[in-house]
């Protein structure tokens, strides 16, 4: 995860951006959305600034958003591998990957999921892990790759939690029904 690459070239040569899900004991799913091209719609093959060319899903299943459809800017993906056979433990998880072009300076930036404004992962039991703004990468083309993106793992910005209640919470802090303290 921290050996992750978050910069490129502009053309001539283009890219695979994967898509990544690391720092987490298990995963098997993945909720997240896209920018790049100032998150203009139209951008996706309009041979300015950043362009995806195509998508390649390398997990189980995936829910691609419709309105702007995946993979255009501003555009989401719920993506699940089979959580018995295909959980991915003990690794980073390849959701997929982006072919792409630059033919200016861009970034592309992982987001929340527009149909539900959120970014998540889950793990193999299903539990879900709202993921920070922190957590989201960046990948940035310029001229002579001179400019870095933002890996979440090189940066020591692990976002992780404990799923848990608001009972549970109150159970740790004393505040459960019938254990209230004197005020």
Partial sequence: CRDAVT???LL???YFVYLLAGQFAEIAGLECGITYDDGAPSGLNDHDRLDV???SLCATLEFPGSDPAWPAPGSGNLITWDSINL???GTVAVAGYFY???YGPDEMRLTVRPASGEAKVANCGSAETPLAPEALGTAVFSAGAAVEGYNPCDR???VSAVPTSW???KML???AKGDRKSR
């Fill in 100 to 102: 792409v072009g630059a």
């Fill in 167 to 169: 009972s549970r919470i």
């Fill in 173 to 175: 802090t004393g505040q």
């Fill in 7 to 9: 910069r490129g070239s």
């Fill in 87 to 89: 959980c991915q433990a």
């Fill in 12 to 14: 001539p040569g283009p």
């Fill in 53 to 55: 060319y195509s998508w």
């Fill in 156 to 158: 020591g910005t692990a």
